[in-house]
């Protein structure tokens, strides 16, 4: 069964210096991955997806993550953190090609200190 | 346009009691899943449906079941409440059933906040 893992469930950084949240996938096929982004008491926003195409996605809000498949790897970066980005933000990979079923991360907090 | 809506978005139930959370996924959407999402933790898939047929199912007990309407909205129920069903309980639209080649995104609602004392 696929899996993610994300090394953080905290990560602080300055405002206007580099984030980069970590996600490992576990699979031996490469499978659609998505990084999402949940403010307090609101629903999952999708932030970018790699379905197979370009191994480096962008995505909204400046995000972008990089695919790297031997690493089984799919990190998110932001060159310059904003006061705003401060939220939780999950990784996620699509299980078995047959359904919607989403696989997520435990999720890693983002705080932006000013 | 609207996005998904998810009734009601806080409740509060004891323990025993039964619940049904109510989803309308976005226009043209025929795919809803459900997701639990425990405090501190990601989200857990619990059920899919497509086209009125369920298409996935989590690892959940028999406590829980849905259910999808002709106009594609789901509800889920939730029966003799245990302490540990207190979380975010999440419903995603999608305009594909998720089979191999056709996997769209999915749209999130705000959730339903459960309470169970």
């Known amino acids: 069964a696929q899996s993610v893992t994300q090394l953080g469930s905290h990560v602080s950084v300055s405002e206007g210096a580099l984030v980069l949240l970590r996600c490992n996938y576990s699979?031996?096929?490469?499978?659609?991955l998505f990084w999402y982004v949940q403010y307090p008491n609101q629903g999952l926003q999708l932030l970018l997806k790699?379905?197979?195409?370009?191994?480096l996605v962008k995505g909204i809000n400046g995000f972008e993550a990089e695919f790297k498949k031997s690493e089984t790897s799919f990190h998110l970066t932001k060159p310059s953190a904003h006061m705003s980005d401060a939220a939780e933000y999950f990784c996620?990979?699509?299980?078995?090609?047959?359904?919607?079923?989403?696989?997520f991360g435990t999720g890693t907090l983002l705080a932006v200190q000013p | 346009d609207a996005g998904v809506t998810q009734s009601p978005t806080h409740l509060i139930k004891t323990r025993g009691q039964q619940v049904t959370l109510r989803c309308s996924p976005i226009?043209?959407?025929?795919?809803v899943s459900w997701y639990q999402q425990v405090l501190g933790q990601g989200p857990q898939f619990i059920f899919q449906?497509?086209?009125?047929?369920?298409?996935g199912r989590g690892n959940f007990p028999d406590r829980f079941s849905a259910r999808q309407f002709p106009n594609y909205s789901s509800e889920l129920n939730v029966n003799a409440l245990l302490l540990g069903d207190s979380a975010l309980y999440l419903c995603?639209?999608?305009?594909?059933?998720?089979?191999?080649?056709?996997?769209?995104?999915?749209?999130f609602g705000p959730g339903t906040r459960l309470t169970v004392l």
């Open positions: 995603a639209s999608s305009s594909s059933s998720g089979r191999a080649g056709s996997y769209n995104e999915q749209f």
């Open positions: 699979s031996s096929v490469p499978p659609y």
């Open positions: 790699y379905t197979s195409a370009a191994t």
């Open positions: 996620a990979v699509s299980d078995d090609g047959a359904t919607n079923k989403l696989i």
């Open positions: 226009s043209g959407h025929k795919s």
């Open positions: 449906y497509y086209e009125k047929e369920e298409r």
